[in-house]
């Protein structure tokens, strides 16, 4: 069955460093998105992706953040210069169509920064 | 803009008992609603959708859902639950598709 995927799976970084996670959504889908859990809190909405932009973003995503999709197979997120709020579990969805369809998420990746 | 609310944080049950995990959520337009779940250490997986239709939702592993417009909820009911259905559970919205709003989750344990 096919799967979204995500690596790392853990990620360890410095505050101040850059991070890139990367995913690999499902190959037919069109539509990318990108949440976030703080431990402990709710998944939230950060980017969604389409068509090589973003679609929409939430008052998280500032300009610490971007996302990428490099080749046809991958997307990317980019933290610029971590803060140690940004330790979370981040996770790829990616969607056939936006409407009448579900998001198929990914594993996650844990990022602490230290 | 969407909301969602989960009303009960943690859920203790017994092997075999019924469970109901309660979601309302607050929208002015027509949305889809989710229930995800969250084994540990694990990703989200999706348990059942609502697009249209149907008010009652049947999902994997057992699970169902019915979404109640004039009360705008969409509970998750299970009849007999086991040990491995121990988990976090999210209730999601979504307006027509696109991003979602994910409720703060509930806590599921099943005890022997």
């Known amino acids: 069955e096919p799967e979204v995927t995500q690596t790392p799976s853990h990620q360890v970084t410095q505050m101040g460093q850059e991070v890139i996670l990367r995913c690999v959504p499902i190959s037919n889908h069109l539509y990318f998105y990108w949440y976030r859990q703080i431990l402990g809190q709710k998944v939230e909405f950060l980017v969604s992706?389409?068509?090589?932009?973003?679609?929409?973003k939430s008052e998280i995503f500032d300009d610490q953040f971007s996302v990428e999709r490099p080749d046809g197979s991958n997307f990317t997120l980019k933290i610029r210069s971590t803060k140690l709020e940004d330790s979370a579990m981040y996770f790829c969805a990616s969607s056939e169509r936006r409407i009448n369809t579900e998001a198929f998420f990914g594993q996650g990746t844990r990022l602490t920064v230290v | 803009a969407q909301s969602v609310t989960q009303l009960d944080s943690q859920v203790p049950v017994f092997e075999e008992a019924p469970v109901e995990l309660r979601c309302n959520y607050s929208?002015?337009?027509?949305?889809?609603l989710f229930w995800y779940v969250q084994y540990p250490n694990q990703g989200l997986q999706l348990l059942l959708k609502?697009?249209?239709?149907?008010?009652l939702v049947k999902g994997i592993n057992g699970f169902e859902a019915e979404f109640n417009k004039s009360q705008t909820s969409f509970h998750l009911r299970k009849p007999s639950v086991h040990i491995s259905d121990t988990a976090e559970y999210f209730c999601a919205v979504s307006l027509r598709g696109g991003k979602l709003s994910f409720g703060a989750g509930t806590t599921v344990t099943v005890r022997a």
């Open positions: 992706f389409y068509n090589n932009e973003i679609s929409e």
């Open positions: 609502y697009l249209s239709g149907s008010t």
């Open positions: 929208s002015s337009v027509s949305v889809y």
